[in-house]
């Protein structure tokens, strides 16, 4: 089947947006001063590439790109996080399908659309599956890894609310709207 392809567009956007998020995962975040808890700017890059290039290339980006980068910078990866990033990626571009950036259109109803579908899927990943996978796979006591989770979920809701919206507006305002270009008459 033609249409389960994926596209060299695609490829190409999960490459260079995995390399984009592990820079950004290591140059770009702050301390949270909760242990191995940082604020980042890599998901609002994250959600940006998941509407643009949906839902598969949002989750591999989120995966690969939070699994290179704790594999680089810690020497291995922290398995339930870089799932969780995965399962971001993923349901972003899944909730915001209708959201076409490529029409120069991204006003009020879109950012409303946006950021309730980030916030709920991003509450879900880190409130509920990171602390509770943390739990399964490494034994981390339960009171510590759901304040990492509310931590890390609550500034990525932030970050992501508000970086990602600019990030948006300010790619929808490189596109033409549509039906913006008419006809000139010629004398």
Do not use: C
């Not at 290591?26 to 808890?37: C, E, K, Q, V, Y």
């Not at 940082?38 to 790109?65: D, H, K, Q, R, W």
């Amino acid at each position: 089947m033609q249409g389960s392809k994926l596209s060299t567009k695609t490829i190409v956007a999960i490459g260079i947006g995995t390399a984009v998020f592990v820079i950004l995962g290591r140059f770009a975040s702050i301390p949270s001063g909760i242990p191995n808890t940082n604020i980042e700017t890599s998901y609002a890059f994250l959600a940006l590439m998941s509407v643009l290039f949906g839902p598969l290339a949002g989750g591999l980006i989120g995966l690969i790109g939070h699994g290179l980068k704790d594999l680089i910078f810690y020497g291995s990866p922290w398995w339930s996080w870089v799932l969780v990033s995965g399962f971001v990626g993923l349901f972003i571009g899944l909730a915001t399908r209708k959201i076409n950036l490529l029409d120069g259109e991204f006003g009020g109803k879109q950012i409303l659309t946006f950021n309730l579908s980030q916030a709920i899927v991003q509450a879900i990943g880190w409130f509920l599956i990171a602390p509770s996978l943390d739990i399964l796979i490494y034994a981390e006591p339960a009171n510590k890894v759901y304040v990492q989770g509310l931590v890390a979920g609550a500034s990525n809701i932030v970050t992501v609310g508000v970086l990602g919206t600019i990030l948006l507006v300010a790619y929808a305002k490189t596109r033409s709207k549509a039906g913006s270009l008419e006809k000139e008459e010629t004398l």
